[in-house]
């Protein structure tokens, strides 16, 4: 796992895909580590950066990177660096998919102490007379009320993608103890706000452990 100081975040990568069918998941991890060892640790303003697995075999990276040019010169690099090529002929190319989100409130610092990433997108259903200051209210109560007073909490904040949706994200101490906390979203005064704002049909969520 990469994480270093330097200054707020405000940027979120999350890129979610699957390894080639005769990929060894413990070659995909070695290579996961190399790339983030040799590609990304040295780059200005890249600041964190996990590899994660869920239940159902798929892989993942979240990057958090202090601004936009930080994160477009990583993208722009990305494929010239050796460990870049490496990682990537192992994977499922068809299967990538990659969301960019501006976050909304700016992370002081990068998550530490945690083993589960909590990543949702959605969209805000029609005619829901909401948009970022509304949702950014509605998570800053959620934060203050109901997930920092959980000790398994490290991390949580809201971004906006540049197709519109938003994510939510959650970083906690266990992947148990994070889905139980999301799950308890359902009819919680101070959560269930949030829900009704979205489509539901919109909703893509799921939970990682870290393998790298």
Known sequence: MLRKSGGPLSVAGFARYEKRAEAETGRLIDAALTWQEEF???MD??????????LRGGF???????DDASFDAMLSAHMEAPSARAFMALLDT???RLSRNRILKPVASPPSDFSCVEFGTFAIADGAEADE?????????IEAEY?????????HFIGRGSE????????????GETKRLCEGYVGHPVCQPLLDLCDPASVDLDFWFVLA
């Open 45 to 54: 303003g890249i600041l964190f950066h996990a590899f994660l697995g869920n």
């Open 94 to 96: 068809d299967s990538i």
């Open 133 to 141: 200051p509304d949702v950014l209210a509605i998570s800053n109560r």
């Open 40 to 42: 990304l640790r040295p």
């Open 147 to 155: 997930l920092d007073r959980s000790d398994n909490t490290r991390l």
């Open 164 to 175: 519109g949706r938003f994510c939510e994200v959650t970083f906690g101490r266990s992947l």
């Open 60 to 66: 993942a990276d979240v990057i958090l990177a202090r």
